[in-house]
């Protein structure tokens, strides 16, 4: 098995197969060459073949890229972040050269493709994560867990406000309220502005002069 077979092949799926079948298709392929349960000679690498198609085939965007490239379309995915499936684009273009052509069309676009500061702003919260034991029956059939966690909430004091009054908040005097500062550069393409997050209020526009005694400016408690 020194190349990969195809992932729809693994388990034995159409290309237009749904998500459910998807599902049905690994559930049942782990059940039968699980190590665990399983007496054949190559279950392991078996059982690790279809956990590796399941996992690019049950993830719309990887199913696609290995629709249109294959596995090298699957890794990709899987490795790219905000930037990085930009950056290796010209990566292949780089090596032999006087200057780093990706770097020079990093600072064209500001970085790479990073979202604005006002585009950041707008995403708030992170997810919940927790560490549960399954059983093998758990995994493969699916199972309900009850959980106990503590939540955030808003800041009761300064109404989530972050600073003991509003006029404490004053806008940025570095990117005037932007967010946002311009840089200009020199290189060999000539002078080139860019945008980058303004450092002093991290992309906020606003600066808290005076935080809130029971939150210390997290305005969630």
């Known amino acids: 098995m020194s190349e990969k077979r195809d992932y729809y092949e693994v388990l034995g799926l159409s290309r237009d197969a749904s998500p459910d079948e998807v599902k049905r298709a690994f559930r049942r392929l ?24 399941y996992e690019v085939l049950s993830n719309p965007r990887k199913r696609q890229m290995y629709d249109q490239f294959g596995h090298a379309g699957a890794n990709q995915a899987g490795t790219a972040g905000s930037t990085g499936g930009f950056e290796d684009i010209f ?31 707008a995403q708030r919260g992170e997810p919940l994560k927790a560490s549960v034991e399954l059983n093998l029956k758990q995994v493969l059939y699916g199972t309900t867990v009850e959980l106990e966690t503590k939540l955030r909430r808003c800041c009761e004091p300064c109404q989530g406000l972050g600073a003991s009054r509003p006029s404490d908040i004053k806008t940025c005097g ?27 209020c991290r992309g906020q526009g606003k600066i808290n002069t005076n935080v809130c005694s029971h939150c210390q400016g997290r305005k969630l408690v």
């Open 91 to 121: 990566s292949h273009f780089s090596s032999g050269m006087g200057s780093n052509i990706k770097d020079v069309f990093s600072n064209i676009f500001g970085g790479g493709g990073h979202q604005s500061a006002r585009h950041d702003r």
């Open 174 to 200: 570095t990117c005037n309220g932007h967010g946002i500062v311009v840089v200009q550069r020199r290189t060999p393409l000539g002078i080139i502005e860019t945008q980058t997050t303004c450092q002093r």
């Open 30 to 53: 782990a059940k039968k060459y699980h190590p665990d349960v399983s007496k054949l000679a190559d279950a392991d690498v078996r059982f690790k073949e279809v956990n590796e198609a």
